[in-house]
């Protein structure tokens, strides 16, 4: 992995809903177990936080107590026409991440019109899933909670730009999406230029989530070449990070985990280590080198 291009991210964003709080934390695919285990390892091991389960107040409130944050509750939802978009389910997982600046993080899985579903990215399904992310950040905007799109290889929201299309579309200021790299590989297959992608993304880029992959012809492989610990694979990490900065992103970075085999901490522990590394690394000859961070 070359970290030799990635210069120092000021972290700190400025939305016009709410205020974020940039940071590098870790999802609870990798930073696995109850409160009183994950909070004090992710303090440790020095992580701003983490992004779990919806509606977990229990953990929010743990991550708190010592001075950490819960960024984001993940959550796949289903759409249809004939059903409307927000339940009492729904509405009791939203009420537990209200005040703690958190966000739904929504992933898309099948969206059905007339009880057919539409293909995956197709533009047809729009008008069912903007009326009904729509009706749920009407009730998240009340309860502090923004949504955060997540694009999800083989769901129908997969792509950055369905993220983006249906964002806009919606029109709230509190509706945005995620840049997750290890799906990007796996729907785009590294093929495109990520600073295309990431320009298209920037108005609404509320989250964005790393880990190790391998480079390649990456729309062929399983998760365990596109999600490794930061510091493994061939991918150019630091590379992307450095093309994420001048597109002018400074909000949080999360670390993804999903599939990686071993002990948690270790692997939280290594990814830290290089996460410190392509933030450090090249401050030996960028802007603070000179003084000018």
């Not at 694979?233 to 450095?242: I, P, R």
């Not at 993804?256 to 933030?279: N, V």
Request: aromatic fraction near 8%.
């Amino acid at each position: 992995m070359k970290a030799g291009l990635f210069c120092y991210l000021a972290w700190g964003v400025g939305l016009a809903f709410g205020v974020e709080s940039g940071g590098f934390f870790a999802m609870d695919t990798i930073a696995r177990g109850k409160a009183g285990t994950v909070v004090p390892m992710l303090k440790e091991l020095g992580y701003s936080g983490l992004g779990g389960a919806a509606g977990d107040g229990v953990m929010a409130v743990a991550l708190e107590g010592e001075g950490l944050k819960f960024y984001n509750g993940y959550l796949t939802l289903n759409f249809a026409a004939e059903r409307p978009g927000l339940d009492d389910r729904l509405k009791g997982k939203i009420d537990g991440m209200a005040g703690h600046g958190a966000a739904l993080w929504l992933a898309v899985g099948k969206v059905e019109i007339g009880g057919k579903a539409v293909g995956n990215s197709a533009v047809e399904g729009d008008a069912v899933v903007v009326a009904k992310v729509g009706e749920i950040a009407e009730y998240a905007e009340g309860k502090g909670v923004r949504v955060a799109l997540y694009p999800h290889a083989g769901l129908w929201l997969e792509r950055v730009e369905d993220g983006v299309r249906v964002a806009g579309k919606v029109g709230r200021d509190s509706v945005g999406m995620t840049f997750n790299l290890c799906h990007w590989l796996k729907v785009e297959g590294g093929e495109r230029d990520v600073v295309e992608v990431l320009k298209v993304a920037m108005p609404k880029l509320m989250f964005v989530t790393i880990n190790g992959a391998d480079s390649g012809e990456t729309k062929a492989m399983g998760w365990d070449r596109l999600i490794q610990p930061l510091g493994s694979g061939s991918y150019d990490v630091g590379a992307f990070l450095k093309k994420l900065e001048e597109a002018g992103y400074v909000g949080p970075v999360g670390f993804q985990g999903y599939g990686i085999r071993g002990e948690p901490r270790e692997i939280l522990g290594r990814t830290m280590e290089a996460w410190k590394k392509l933030r450090g690394g090249v401050r030996k000859s960028g802007p603070s080198a000179e003084g000018k961070e």
